[in-house]
C-alpha cells in the first residue's frame, strides 16, 4: 500500500518528488501558460465561477510547478507542491492556503462539489494572492 506523504521528505522517499536538472526553458514555458490563461478571464459570475477558479488553480499549479523546476526537482503530485512551500521555503502560512484551495478544486473535479459565488470569489482572491507571493518568489 502507497504511504500518504505528510512532508517534503516523504515525497522524496515515496518517488513523488524526484531531483532533475533544472529546466530554465520549461519554467519560462510554464510562467507564459500561467500568465496568458489568467489574462483570458474576463469577469466572474454565479454562471461561471467555478470555471474561472479552476482556471485561476490551473495557474498557480504552473507557477508553482515553474519554481520547483528552477530548484530541479519534478513533483508528480499537488500536495508536494505544497509541502515544497512549507517544509523548503518554510512558508506555513503559504501552504495552508495552497492546501484549502487545493481542498476546494478536489471537491469540485472529484465529488462535483460546486462552490457557491462568494465562497469561489474568496477561493479565487486565496488564488491571486498565492500567485502573487509566488511571482514574488520567481522574480516576476
Known sequence: MKMREAS???CIETFSVIKVSPDKERAKSLIETSNKRIEMIKDINENNCNFVFEDYYSSLLELLQAMVVLKGYKVTNRIC?????????KKEDLFLIFDDIRYKRNSLMYYGKMMDFETAKQTIEKCEKLIEQIKKVLRL
Do not use: T, V
Not at 81 to 89: S, T
Open 8 to 10: 517534503w521528505d516523504d
Open 81 to 89: 507542491l505544497g509541502y515544497y512551500l512549507k517544509d523548503i521555503m
